[in-house]
């Protein structure tokens, strides 16, 4: 493992390891014990420039290849990961902090969606459609939309890296990959070396790891890519959309924000209670699919929260790599000291702390917050980290006005008796993704799609990645003279 924090950390442009040309170097730290991993020197927005011509140049060649062909380079690609599980998992609990089971998440879903990009190849026959005019016809062609810029987070940074890249190759496209600058070797390198492995040709994966004090908006602007697929903050993303809007860019944002799950008066307490600790305290709610909202029905409110302050102080914090941790680390001191401050904040606005979790270094305890005020800001912000806000409600008139009350639409998750009625409600969510009897970060691959409003625009997973990466051509053919019209 620790050989990876040095041989990759470089930056990968036309198939070639290099190191970068800036001024300075960004410094991967383990966040448990503060160990230095790598320093990696920053790619100028000339090595940007770089690694957009050579996806362009390698793309055209990639999209002529056979589907056999891209099918093998994927098939290899899921062999690698399979046989390197105890290294990978050990580079992301090294570089983010993240425990056992975590990395296990993350792994699994990886490997589910390079299974599902080695469907998603293409055959190369256009669909014919029916013709208007004698002696026409009509055929529709799916053709990759070229270079594709990924912005990946540090938030299960290799799953979210392979959820675009994986479909975005696979479709026939060139890639160009940014890494968040703190998971630059699982969110970014690790992954071209993955690839490199498997046999892709070279140019066709790139990865610079940068940051936009150097580059500005050199990454998105640049005139290659037609698609930025951008994960992240949903400040950040309005950017990325207001830049790709001003440069006709098809951009696919998935930037999070306060997902509820809501416990219905017939649901079942101790499986509610149980997905609601996976939904907020998954990554040490570092993920954009958490419920940082746990919305339960007065009537089982006295229940549900007796059973989920217990579960949640029996949440071992400490180091990732025991297995018996719970909660690792947070990202960076950063992350820790503004979790910090939400907390301190809430307590401050009169809300009651039923947990109350101890900050040491970037190790941030799980807290429990109940009684908020109705109009507090925190309802409708992105908590990152393990702060869990419980609301009661009355009717589920009043729960759909509550998860439906903010500019965001992140994922939801509804628990109740009756499968029907739980569908009903999920209906009236303004979500792209609801779970009926389940946690928030459920993900299916064939079926990953998307939040809306503030919480992203776009499609992925499935049909919707096909729409995403591709477009469309209409080619019609005429057999003969048409005299008609003389």
Request: glycine share 10%; proline share 5%.
């Amino acid at each position: 493992m620790s050989s990876w924090f040095t041989d990759l950390a470089r930056q990968y442009i036309g198939g070639e390891w290099r190191t970068g040309t800036g001024s300075w170097d960004i410094i991967d730290f383990d966040p448990y014990d503060g160990e230095k991993l790598a320093a990696i020197t920053i790619a100028t927005s000339g090595e940007v420039d770089e690694a957009y011509r050579a996806a362009q140049g390698a793309q055209r060649e990639w999209a002529a290849t056979g589907p056999d062909e891209r099918r093998a380079v994927f098939a290899k690609a899921l062999e690698v990961i399979e046989g390197r599980e105890a290294e990978i998992t050990d580079a992301i609990t090294a570089e983010l902090g993240g425990t056992r089971p975590r990395a296990a998440f993350e792994l699994r879903l990886a490997e589910e969606f390079l299974r599902e990009s080695l469907r998603m190849v293409p055959d190369p026959e256009g669909r014919p459609l029916p013709s208007s005019a004698d002696g026409a016809e009509d055929r529709l062609y799916r053709l990759p939309v070229g270079v594709v810029g990924v912005v990946s987070p540090f938030t299960l940074p290799f799953l979210l890296a392979i959820a675009s890249v994986a479909p975005a190759l696979a479709l026939g496209n060139g890639v160009v990959l940014k890494p968040h600058q703190n998971a630059p070797v699982t969110g970014g390198s690790l992954v071209a070396r993955i690839f490199e492995e498997a046999g892709l040709p070279g140019g066709l994966l790139n990865v610079v790891i940068t940051d936009i004090a150097e580059i500005g908006d050199a990454f998105i602007e640049h005139p290659v890519p037609s698609v930025i697929s951008f994960t992240g903050s949903d400040e950040t993303g309005r950017h990325v959309a207001t830049v790709c809007a001003a440069h006709s860019k098809r951009c696919v944002l998935e930037t999070g924000g306060p997902g509820s799950l809501v416990v219905l008066d017939d649901a079942d307490v101790d499986h509610a209670v149980e997905a609601a600790v996976l939904s907020r305290f998954l990554d040490h709610g570092q993920v954009r699919a958490s419920a940082g909202r746990i919305l339960v029905h007065r009537s089982l409110e006295a229940e549900f929260t007796a059973k989920f302050v217990t579960r949640v102080r029996s949440l071992k914090v400490g180091d990732p790599r025991d297995p018996g941790t719970d909660i690792g680390p947070l990202v960076n001191s950063s992350q820790a000291e503004e979790v910090s401050a939400v907390v301190e904040q809430a307590l401050a606005e009169g809300a009651t702390a039923l947990v109350r979790g101890t900050t040491t270094g970037n190790l941030v305890g799980p807290s429990v917050l109940t009684g908020l005020p109705a109009d507090s800001a925190l309802l409708r912000r992105d908590v990152f980290g393990p702060v869990a806000l419980l609301v009661p409600f009355d009717t589920e008139e009043e729960a759909v006005r509550l998860v439906n009350g903010t500019p965001h639409r992140a994922r939801g998750a509804v628990h109740t008796g009756d499968v029907g009625r739980g569908v009903d409600f999920a209906r009236r969510i303004d979500s792209g993704t609801v779970h009926v009897n389940d946690g928030t970060a459920h993900e299916e691959p064939l079926l990953r799609l998307g939040d809306q409003k503030l919480s992203g625009v776009g499609r992925v997973g499935g049909e919707s990645t096909v729409d995403a990466f591709t477009t469309m051509k209409w080619v019609s053919i005429r057999h003969g003279r048409d005299d008609s019209s003389r």
